[in-house]
């Protein structure tokens, strides 16, 4: 497991500002700086888990959370109409920051398949 301090720990610690839209005990959200759609936010789990392939049984009830949060955001956002839920892993999935986090876009239409 990467051990790094990713940019995620940082805005975690409020070592780096991020304008948080959702924070409870188990995850922090956050609109993306780079966003792909109008609605773009990113939920992580406080819990540092580098990715989904490194998930344990003992996860599954955070996991559960997770997507809880995230469609109380969608709903909260004004996602009616639908929203894409994206979990990039690995490499060749797309991965670049090395701590769980789930993407939540939004308010455009979402090609498929996606790039």
């Known amino acids: 497991m990467n051990q790094e301090t990713t940019i995620f720990d940082k805005i975690l610690s409020r070592e780096i ?3 948080i839209v959702y924070e409870d ?3 922090l959200a ?9 609605i773009h936010i990113l939920i992580i789990p406080k819990k540092r888990i580098a990715s989904l392939a490194e998930v344990k049984d003992e996860d599954a009830p955070l ?3 997770l ?5 109380k955001l969608a709903k909260q956002v004004g996602l009616e109409s639908g929203y894409r ?3 990039n ?3 060749d999935g797309g991965q670049d ?3 769980l986090h789930f993407h939540l876009l939004g308010k455009r239409s979402l090609n498929w398949p996606p790039g």
């Open 17 to 19: 500002p991020a304008e």
């Open 25 to 27: 005990d188990l995850c």
């Open 30 to 38: 956050f609109n993306d700086i780079n966003p792909q759609a109008p």
């Open 63 to 65: 996991l559960g959370h």
């Open 67 to 71: 997507l809880l949060v995230i469609s």
């Open 85 to 87: 839920t994206v979990l």
């Open 89 to 91: 892993t690995g490499t």
């Open 97 to 99: 920051v090395y701590h």
